[in-house]
């Protein structure tokens, strides 16, 4: 029985890049399943599956006349409302009726180029691959520096090591996916940081990524922000400890002071400027910590609420009716 692959792809407001997106990869795919055809090697099946995360433009419409147009391996999930780009990928997971599932964006940033290449090296035995970006031509070198800055320190604090320059474009085998279909549900989601931690069998595929073809980035400072700090709450529980060594410090600096002050008091008591800085200081720690043990709370608090990650509000694929097999959404 042939193999079957799932192209993953999030879609919110890509009105404007979607028809080159579709054109090109599924292009690709039919190549690589006619060269495998004419070579007598067993041709791969495939899946387009998009997944419509809200979008307030006309991305929805243009992706159901993709559907209409190819039946056979176009499917369209459509979300009740914004969700994000975790959540989107997330359905993803959960509905590709693939053996390999690929995930990528849908501004042609990561290469559908190299799907052949994924497919073989899944052939070769790889049940997970990283593909690791060597160069973003559309992002500034802020950008690429704090993005670096992100995986040292995330490396450094977590005992999940991730693959520097790793993105949301990345392929897993069916085994991988059934694990994280059953065990990884949490609310607060990074699911590229999922993959690094599953194990498995592991390789990379180096890409360089391309100027997107439409359309800006839609992650914002404020967006990348809030997910660094999540993913470091939820990889690490060493900010937790920074109290301790918080603590520590502190008390050092108090004894040192203590010494001072008992060594430099003569006449009319001295050393205000010194008390002020120190209790700034000390404030300043106590509301960083605080602020930190919010975040953890924040975190267990949305896991307790026990939402659903995403709602479906129409799938445009009779194949992909919801199945008793399925986690709980």
């Not at 059934?178 to 690094?196: A, I, P, T, W």
Request: hydrophobic share 45%.
């Amino acid at each position: 029985m042939s193999k079957c692959i799932s192209v993953i792809v999030s879609v919110f407001n890509e009105e404007k890049a979607l028809k080159q997106f579709y054109a090109t990869t599924k292009k690709i795919l039919d190549d690589l399943v006619e060269s495998r055809s004419k070579g007598g090697a067993e041709a791969p099946g495939y899946q387009l599956l998009f997944v419509n995360d809200g979008s307030a433009d006309k991305s929805r419409e243009i992706l159901e006349e993709f559907q209409r147009q190819d039946p056979e391996h176009v499917s369209v999930i459509s979300f009740s409302r914004n969700f994000g780009h975790e959540a989107a990928m997330t359905a993803g997971l959960d509905y590709a009726r693939g053996d390999y599932l690929v995930f990528m964006d849908a501004d042609l940033q990561h290469p559908p180029a190299l799907i052949p290449e994924i497919l073989d090296r899944f052939e070769e035995g790889y049940d997970v691959i990283n593909m690791i970006r060597t160069r973003n031509k559309t992002a500034g070198a802020a950008k690429n520096f704090t993005s670096d800055m992100f995986y040292r320190l995330i490396n450094r604090i977590s005992e999940v090591k991730m693959e520097p320059a790793a993105s949301d474009f990345f392929a897993i085998d069916k085994a991988a996916a059934d694990v994280l279909r059953r065990n990884y549900r949490e609310k607060v989601r990074f699911l590229r940081g999922f993959v690094q931690n599953i194990g498995f069998q592991k390789t990379t595929i180096s890409y360089e990524a391309a100027a997107r073809v439409a359309g800006q980035s839609h992650y914002s400072f404020r967006k990348l922000w809030k997910l660094a700090m999540d993913t470091i709450i939820c990889f690490s529980n060493i900010p937790l400890k920074l109290g301790i060594y918080a603590g520590l410090v502190s008390g050092l600096l108090g004894v040192l002071l203590i010494i001072y002050t008992l060594f430099t008091r003569s006449g009319a008591p001295s050393g205000y400027a010194t008390i002020v800085i120190v209790l700034c200081f000390m404030f300043a720690v106590l509301f960083m910590l605080l602020g930190i043990m919010g975040g953890y709370i924040a975190i267990m608090f949305r896991e307790m609420q026990d939402r659903p990650i995403y709602i479906i509000e129409e799938i445009s694929d009779g194949s992909l009716a919801v199945k008793a097999d399925r986690p709980e959404l």
